[in-house]
């Protein structure tokens, strides 16, 4: 089965920790994003990568790290300095972004709730 | 900058009755347009998308939508709604670039029995 996998699901936190959410695809999609979403705003872009071992800011990457070794991983880290980070996240990819017409495959997201 | 406008947060229509769920968009150039569904918890799943071919855009689960150039919009409907179609639903455009999509805030569709 093709397709992107986000873990875990479900995460808690303490105030004060980093912690990391994982996203794998194995669509052979060179492109990665990760989104965050909170009630009634839609869907924010925190960073993206065309490339391994390349990434940008997005529109919101403060508080947040990713890297991007491998073609079929992209993981998030959101760091202590994020100031309010309970919020539902979402990694997506896509085909290389040469088209503006390329749709993004999304997982089925991490809900990260800070204690 | 590329923006979408959704124009309500949320619909409420009867079961078997028609949906329409309002989108106008704001781009410097010609746009890449696209509709999004997502229950609840669950990641985002492509109903349908407009790329400069045919104006009138065919999707999953009987939705369509028009793009209208000269309205700047792109309202999704559907002849009939089922139970099945409560749900978030988002409109989105492509930035032109490699840096994604942007999104509306949503439209959440209420079915009615």
Known sequence: DGGITQSPKYLFRKEGQNVTLSCEQNLNHDAMYWYRQDPGQGLRLIYYSQIVNDFQKGDIAEGYSVSREKKESFPLTVTSAQKNPTAFYLCASSLPTSGSDNEQFFGPGTRLTVL | AQSVTQLDSHVSVS?????????????????????????????????????????????????????????????????????????????VVNRGGADGLTFGKGTHLIIQP
């Open chain 2, 15 to 91: 079961e078997g009755t028609p949906v329409l769920l309002r989108c106008n968009y704001s781009s410097s150039y010609s746009p890449s347009l696209f509709w999004y569904v997502q229950h609840p918890n669950k990641g985002l799943q492509l109903l349908l998308k407009y790329t400069s071919a045919a104006t009138l855009v065919k999707g999953i689960n009987g939705f369509e939508a028009e793009f209208k150039k000269s309205e700047t919009s792109f309202h999704l409907t559907k002849p009939s709604a089922h139970m099945s179609d409560a749900a978030e639903y988002f409109c």
